[in-house]
């Protein structure tokens, strides 16, 4: 299993931007197809983005197409989340994580074996 640290949260007003970055632990990074969640209060963790392992085609959920963008530089095993036109509705826990389970680019919290312990993302109206 890689571990994971997340970076990059903060405050913002809305229509603002931030990136959020995860740095990974191990030489196998190449080899995860990572993903990101978010988890506001009371809420269940919900898909963000994903980015596939060799292939990197990538996955949004619909609230943020367009908005999001992953990318990943296995180079310097990190996953990073570019976020634009920032929406208080994204105002979350969001948690980088890592799939070592084939090709598949999973969309449930399921599917993925490592987390990291979060950052918080607040957007202010």
């Known amino acids: 299993q890689l571990q994971l640290i997340e970076s990059g949260g903060g405050l913002v007003q809305a229509g603002g931007s931030l990136r959020l970055s995860c740095a990974a632990s191990g030489r196998t990074f190449s080899m995860y197809t990572m993903g990101w969640f978010r988890q506001a209060p009371g809420k269940e963790r919900e898909f963000v983005a994903g980015?596939?392992?060799?292939?990197?085609?990538?996955a949004y959920a619909d609230t943020v197409q367009g908005r999001f963008t992953i990318s990943r530089d296995d180079a310097k095993n990190t996953v990073y989340l570019q976020m634009n036109s920032l929406k208080p509705e994204d105002t979350a826990v969001y948690y980088c994580?890592?799939?070592?389970?084939?090709?598949?680019?999973?969309?449930?919290?399921?599917?993925?074996?490592?987390w990291g312990q979060g950052t918080q993302v607040t957007v202010s109206s």
């Open positions: 994580a890592a799939d070592l389970g084939g090709l598949r680019l999973g969309l449930r919290v399921s599917e993925y074996d490592s």
């Open positions: 980015i596939r392992r060799i292939i990197g085609d990538t």
